[in-house]
């Protein structure tokens, strides 16, 4: 019994301690995070190109550029619609991003505002994308509005590119430069 004890001690040590390297890991990140400045180019409803490189929208995954969607028995090229309104977005003049880590695309991850807002909240709560470690309370309330891509039957960007092995940037949760920390924070989906 005191053997058992000892070993269930050493594992919740052991989980303590590694959510405390996460949380200290994350906020040392947050001191390398950094803004982008225009201008911006959609290139599809979740990745961006400006001067400084490709930024891609974190917590999110949008339909991809050749992914059609139905609405109303109909096909719709939902991936287009993800892209035109996340250029439209990005085109207002009050656009930025900021981010700090890279996925393995070396893209930078990026939360983006426009007029105070969250970009990337709104285009999930819009239904032009879906949540994909974050904005889950976004992606309720779309569905249940059944507004873009819920306004009828689609497949999750990251099972239609499975499906379609198509040769486009995956999860961009998985960073790379910083080592085992980055693995941990891909693991735990922390950013």
């Keep these: 019994m005191i053997r058992l004890w000892r070993i269930v001690r050493d594992t919740i040590a052991a989980i303590s301690i590694l959510l405390l390297a996460l949380l200290i890991v994350a906020k040392l990140d947050g001191g390398r995070e950094r803004g982008f400045s225009g201008p911006f180019s959609a290139i599809d409803g979740d990745t961006l190109t400006t001067e400084d490189g490709k930024a891609r929208l974190a917590g999110i995954d949008a339909p991809e550029i ?85 306004a009828g039957s689609f497949e999750r960007p990251q099972d239609w590119r499975r499906a379609h092995q198509a040769d486009v940037a995956g999860d961009g949760f998985t960073v790379s430069g910083t080592g085992f920390f980055a693995f941990l924070r891909g693991l735990f989906g922390v950013n």
């Design 66 to 150: 050749s992914q059609m969607c139905e609405q109303s028995g109909e096909d719709w090229p939902c991936g287009v619609a993800a892209r035109q309104r996340l250029s439209s977005i990005a085109s207002t003049p009050n656009f930025g991003c900021k981010g700090g880590v890279t996925d393995r695309y070396g893209r930078w991850l990026v939360r983006c505002r426009a007029a105070g807002a969250d970009v990337n909240a709104t285009l999930v709560r819009e239904g032009f994308a879906v949540s994909y470690g974050a904005y889950a309370a976004e992606e309720a309330a779309a569905r249940r509005q059944g507004v873009g891509i819920w």
